[in-house]
């Protein structure tokens, strides 16, 4: 029987040692220069987000119409939901 011998990774999985654990990465941020800034620093859209706001607040803020969707979301308690719209492109400041 031939031996083949181990890299660091399969003897540490065969001998149960658990790998150092990585620290958190932080935020992802995109140096960018615009004209009289000093400084600025781009937070990176890594598109997985999706920002919710009852009806209500949209409203009374008289933002442009909304376009239907027909998608169901799942929010961090597990519920479930349907969102009345889609806007995008609006501008926050």
Do not use: Q
């Not at 620093?41 to 009806?55: H, K, Q, T, V």
């Amino acid at each position: 029987m031939a031996r083949t011998p181990l890299n660091e990774h399969c003897s540490a999985v065969l001998l149960k040692k658990l790998l150092e654990k990585l620290g958190d990465p932080g935020k992802f941020l995109i140096p960018c220069d615009f004209p009289r800034m000093a400084e600025c620093l781009a937070l990176a859209d890594l598109g997985a987000s999706i920002n919710l706001m009852p009806y209500s607040v949209w409203k009374r803020l008289l933002l442009s119409d909304l376009t239907p969707t027909c998608m169901t979301l799942e929010l961090a308690d597990r519920s479930i939901t349907s969102p009345i719209g889609i806007a995008e492109d609006v501008y926050v400041k």
